[in-house]
């Protein structure tokens, strides 16, 4: 083997190196936990100008909460958020600003397993209320509680809860199953809900409809993603209230829904093809004045989660792979001739 192919093979097998690790790249909206077993979730969301106000979740009986997350969504901020969840000081931090900023938008997060797992882990099942506070409840726009939770009647799963923020230039992520996925078995499934802060439309007084757009596997199924949905006071086009949780009381939106339409909660299964071991989903708020700060994905069997740019498939990866090994190949010939 001479010199020249060794040179040829390092620099093929950096090619390939490359390509394969574009996919691992952080994003702006990153992924924070993956669960996988027979697991499910619970979201909701409340926006309001009152200094306290009621935030649920939904969680069958006989189940055991794995963790609990309790977000704000900040406008004109940075502001150190503070709370309470039943009763309960939250400890919230650090706050994640949007980048590039419109109005000082962020969010912060805190771990709320400690408040949450004692009342579900012994309930009787159904959907469980929390009452929660504002220290700055001009400033924290809204919040949004999710329960990730374990039950012994559910299939095995992955639950992904990506945050952060919104990036104008879109934001990416990709399930990676073990196994080829099969929509038409009876028990698949494939969802997500979004979190979005600072987000208002025109029926609430706002000048405008600000929405942001959701592609999976390269479809775009929404444009409207956004509005204050989660508001629950007289005038909810206010600062203080502007926020979105696609919850578990929240219908799925339909294909290409109008503004009013879109309760950011997506079924994903119509996306899938039989036999892809991907899914891939993209948000981006081309306005810049929306916060994306939370997604969670579902769906049923065992997959990783990477952010950044899309992750080929693994029939494109092969072919890839089985290009530079022939190159590879006609340079050595080449060299033999």
Not at 194 to 222: E, H, K, M, P, R
Request: some cysteine; overall charge negative; charged content about 10%.
């Amino acid at each position: 083997m001479g010199l020249k192919y060794l040179k040829i093979t390092s620099y093929l097998f950096l090619v390939v190196c490359v390509l394969l690790g574009a996919g691992s790249a952080q994003a702006s909206l990153a992924t924070f936990q993956t669960f996988n077993g027979t697991v499910y979730y619970s979201a909701d969301g409340l926006g309001t100008l009152s200094s306290s106000g009621t935030i649920s979740a939904s969680v069958p009986v006989g189940s055991t909460v794995l963790a609990a997350y309790l977000y704000t969504s900040i406008q004109g901020g940075p502001i150190s958020a503070t709370g309470t969840l039943g009763g309960t000081a939250v400890s919230y931090g650090p706050y994640v600003a949007q980048s590039p900023t419109c109005c000082g938008l962020g969010m912060e997060r805190a771990n709320v397993t400690s408040i949450v797992k004692p009342i579900i882990d012994v309930g009787p099942g159904g959907v469980y209320n929390f009452t929660v506070t504002e220290g700055n409840t001009s400033a924290q726009d809204g919040e949004a509680l999710v329960v990730v939770y374990s039950n012994p009647t559910l299939p095995t799963s992955t639950v992904p809860i990506l945050d952060g923020f919104s990036n104008t230039a879109a934001d990416s992520f990709t399930a990676m199953f073990t196994q080829p996925l099969n929509p038409s078995d009876p028990a698949f499934f494939a969802e997500m809900a979004l979190g979005i802060g600072f987000s208002c439309g025109v029926a609430v007084g706002c000048t405008s409809d600000q929405a942001s757009n959701v592609t999976v596997n390269g479809t775009l199924i929404s444009a409207n993603a956004g509005g204050n949905d989660d508001a629950v006071v007289p005038n909810p086009g206010t600062n203080g209230s502007l926020i979105t949780v696609g919850g578990f009381d929240d219908p799925f939106s339909p294909m290409l829904p109008t503004y009013a339409q879109d309760h950011e909660r997506y079924n994903l299964a119509s996306r899938v093809t039989s036999g892809q071991t991907s899914i891939i989903v993209q948000t981006n708020n081309p306005s810049g004045d929306d916060n994306i700060f939370l997604a969670v994905f579902a769906g049923l069997g065992t997959a990783g989660v990477v952010t950044g740019p899309t992750v080929p498939e693994p029939g494109t990866m092969l072919l890839m792979g089985a290009g530079l090994l022939g190159l590879v190949g006609i340079a050595r010939r080449r060299r033999k001739a």
